[in-house]
């Protein structure tokens, strides 16, 4: 297992996909996350660190609606609070991702692609994904794509 410490200042890109504190420090900081925040250099930013270092996770054995229940408290710097419970977490099936978020994630995975990507090429994709159901040859896709 690994030590508070190592989940709040993770050293690989891995350990830090799987540390609530180093994730919910990006998502605090800058409300969104991106691949470039699992970067070496991601990895360092110091106002994620310092975010991720006042993360407190707390196990509580009542939230048994669903494997992924959880509540989300923040305190401001007024000492106002906010709570959120999820249930059923964003981009799973019962709570699919909207389009545009969509859309997003797509432009921000294909930027790191080894063979880059023209932006016209890229908004041929996503209008073509768009309308799957009207393309009679989906190999157009894969063939914009290689």
């Keep these: 297992a690994q030590s508070i410490e190592s989940k709040m200042r993770p050293q690989t890109s891995i ?7 180093f994730t919910l420090g990006i998502a605090a900081t800058r409300r969104k996350i991106l691949i470039k925040d699992f970067t070496p ?27 992924y229940s959880a509540i989300v408290e923040i305190k401001v710097r007024d000492g106002k ?10 981009g799973r099936y019962a709570n699919p991702i909207g389009k545009l978020d969509l859309v997003e994630k797509f432009r921000d ?11 016209d090429t890229v908004d041929q994709v996503i209008d073509m994904i768009s309308r799957l159901e009207d393309i009679k040859d989906v190999s157009k896709v894969i063939r914009l794509m290689g």
């Design 15 to 21: 350990d830090a996909k799987d540390s609530i504190h």
């Design 109 to 119: 995975c294909v930027s790191y692609s080894v063979k880059p990507f023209p932006r």
């Design 41 to 67: 250099h991601g990895l360092k930013n110091p106002t994620v660190l310092k975010m991720a270092q006042k993360v407190k996770v707390k196990v509580n054995n009542r939230l048994k609606k669903t494997p």
């Design 81 to 90: 609070q906010h709570s959120k419970r999820v249930d059923v977490p964003y």
